[in-house]
């Protein structure tokens, strides 16, 4: 596996296709809308376009259709993130469920590493508290 953990993201939708992707957000969504930490991060009326957006940009970041930028320009995570308090108990429990979810994917060990280790560290560039 590559020490850069975004490098060659780009081959995975070839992969998975937007199936695979679909079933990996949506397992996750599940999971986080019973969540006592992170669910009062996300807007009660708008779950499906939360999903949508996480769908979206992990699609594009993985060599998919790039819906996220087109819909929304440059992801600026830390920007889009900057209300929530980010501390590492909220990074560590939104590892938890995409690890779960990751556990479910209908593919081969080291893809799920690929994508766990992207996960990680895109969350921990997300710390703010």
Do not use: K
Request: proline content about 5%.
């Amino acid at each position: 596996m590559p020490t850069d953990p975004y490098a060659g993201l780009e081959q995975l939708y070839d992969e998975l296709g937007e199936e695979g992707f679909s079933a990996l957000v949506s397992s996750f969504y599940r999971r986080v809308r019973g969540d006592d930490l992170l669910a009062p991060m996300y807007p009660d009326d708008d779950w499906d376009g939360s999903q949508g957006r996480l769908l979206d940009f992990i699609v594009g970041r993985c060599g998919g259709p790039p819906r996220y930028v087109e819909a929304r320009g440059h992801p600026r995570l830390r920007m889009r993130h900057a209300r929530f308090r980010l501390d590492q108990a909220a990074r560590d429990r939104w590892m938890e469920h995409m690890g779960a979810a990751l556990g479910e994917l209908d593919t081969d060990a080291h893809t799920r590493a690929r994508l766990h280790a992207f996960f990680d560290a895109t969350a921990t560039f997300l710390l703010n508290s």
